[in-house]
T-cell receptor
Framework: GQQVMQIPQYQHVQEGEDFTTYCNSS?????IQWYKQRPGGHPVFLIQ?????EVKKQKRLTFQFGEAKKNSSLHITATQTTDVGTYFC????????????FGTGTRLKVLA | GAGVSQSPRYKVTKRGQDVALRCDPI?????LYWYRQALGQGPEFLTY????????KSGLPNDRFSAERPEGSISTLTIQRTEQRDSAMYRC???????????FGQGTRLTVV
């Protein structure tokens, strides 16, 4: 079936270090969304990428969509303790439906 | 409303009972999604609606699960004859249109004993 995998599963970083999570789909995606979920909270939308090779930035966060539209990444520069949480990608895997398949998530811990 | 509201927040039910989970989306949002999230996992798609029409129910695990949104606003996810494996966090999300950002509710934690 359609799968969206993320690596790494967990990442511990020292505050100020950079962090990257990678999202890989077994099939071509129409578009991809990224969400952040704090411990005990609900997923909160961060961004949507639509075009092949697209790069978007939000302050210290940089999002990329691969040329083949099968992978994506989220890079955080100079992590802060407020970045703690689990980051999920969610891919729309088939045109004709707006069903999103969520990735397995990367749980980030930031050590002060 | 100010955000997506789900009720109840917590539900404990005995195996074999039916449960109904309610989602009140953000006012005016066309699309409404249901997900199930196990601890430490990503949300698993169940079904979604545009207005009152169920567009995709391919994620519903079996015929014990059903959902409706009769007036294009509030939605109910019903699980009949609950089983222990149905225990999870059930999340609802709504969006203005199909391909825009989704806003999630706080979820309903279902425990089947």
């Amino acid at each position: 079936g359609q799968q969206v995998m993320q690596i790494p599963q967990y990442q511990h970083v020292q505050e100020g270090e950079d962090f990257t999570t990678y999202c890989n789909s077994s099939t071509t995606l129409s578009n991809i969304q990224w969400y952040k979920q704090r411990p005990g909270g609900h997923p909160v939308f961060l961004i949507q990428l639509v075009k092949s090779g697209e790069v978007k930035k939000q302050k210290r966060l940089t999002f990329q969509f691969g040329e083949a539209k099968k992978n994506s990444s989220l890079h955080i520069t100079a992590t802060q303790t407020t970045d703690v949480g689990t980051y999920f990608c969610a891919g729309r895997v088939t045109s004709g439906t707006y069903k999103y398949i969520f990735g397995t998530g990367t749980r980030l811990k930031v050590l002060a | 409303g100010a955000g997506v509201s789900q009720s109840p927040r917590y539900k404990v039910t005995k195996r074999g009972q039916d449960v109904a989970l309610r989602c009140d989306p953000i006012s005016g949002h066309v699309s409404l999604y249901w997900y199930r999230q196990a601890l430490g996992q990503g949300p698993e798609f169940l079904t979604y609606f545009n207005y009152e029409a169920q567009q995709d129910k391919s994620g519903l695990p079996n015929d014990r699960f059903s959902a409706e949104r009769p007036e294009g606003s509030i939605s109910t996810l019903t699980i009949q004859r609950t089983e222990q494996r149905d225990s999870a966090m059930y999340r609802c999300a709504s969006s203005q249109q199909e391909n825009t950002e989704a806003f999630f509710g706080q979820g309903t934690r279902l425990t089947v004993v």
